[in-house]
T-cell receptor
Framework: DAGITQSPRHKVTETGTPVTLRCHQTENHRYMYWYRQDPGHGLRLIHYSYGVKDTDKGEVSDGYSVSRSKTEDFLLTLESATSSQTSVYFC?????????FGQGTRLTVV | KNEVEQSPQNLTAQEGEFITINCSYSVGISALHWLQQHPGGGIVSLFMLSSGKKKHGRLIATINIQEKHSSLHITASHPRDSAVYICAVRSPIIQGAQKLVFGQGTRLTINP
């Protein structure tokens, strides 16, 4: 897993509340990614980072923000959670040409 | 239309059968990944291909760049191979970070 840990693994939250998911890595990876996985869709890129404080949007970034203040942590924030953001979220890191994924976070917005 | 199409979407087979999962893509790529996801589990990279063929145990992956097509084969399938298999392609560089484009996955069930 290239030292990638996601937290929490499961979360239930109420509509309108902010939520932060954490991705922690121990291998000094430069490139990190947040994806969401939904039935009927492939993994879709939310945001990615190519270094500390260097982030950019992916294809489904609306309603999400990210921060990377240090190499090892890439945080995904749902500013005001909505039911459409109920999903499984995966963090990933790129090591040369290989891709490594965290175990996923199942988020339910009620 | 998805840039990466997998077929079949679902596949059920008996233990011991030879399995083939296909992936076709429409974008220019530098590499293709095959990933495995067990129920409730994380995603594990099986192969990364840019040409030809790779083999790991009972798994074989091939790619034909000209035809924009890749296949994942499983020989002597076993119930523990039951998982979702995902094809992902690496598109040209965007702002220094390469982006993966994913297929929707193939759900494989191997019955004993």
């Amino acid at each position: 897993d290239a030292g990638i840990t996601q937290s929490p693994r499961h979360k239930v939250t109420e509509t309108g509340t902010p939520v932060t998911l954490r991705c922690h890595q121990t291998e000094n990876h430069r490139y990190m990614y947040w994806y969401r996985q939904d039935p009927g869709h492939g993994l879709r890129l939310i945001h990615y980072s190519y270094g500390v404080k260097d982030t950019d949007k992916g294809e489904v970034s609306d309603g999400y923000s990210v921060s990377r203040s240090k190499t090892e942590d890439f945080l995904l924030t749902l500013e005001s959670a909505t039911s459409s953001q109920t999903s499984v979220y995966f963090c990933a890191a790129r090591v040369n040409t290989e891709a490594f994924f965290g175990q996923g976070t199942r988020l339910t917005v009620v | 239309k998805n840039e990466v199409e997998q077929s079949p979407q679902n596949l059920t087979a008996q233990e011991g059968e030879f399995i083939t999962i296909n992936c076709s893509y429409s974008v220019g790529i530098s590499a293709l990944h095959w990933l495995q996801q067990h129920p409730g589990g994380g995603i594990v990279s099986l192969f990364m291909l840019s040409s030809g063929k790779k083999k790991h145990g009972r798994l074989i992956a091939t790619i034909n760049i000209q035809e924009k097509h890749s296949s994942l084969h499983i020989t002597a399938s076993h119930p523990r191979d039951s998982a979702v298999y995902i094809c992902a392609v690496r598109s040209p560089i965007i702002q220094g970070a390469q982006k993966l484009v994913f297929g929707q996955g193939t759900r494989l069930t191997i019955n004993p």
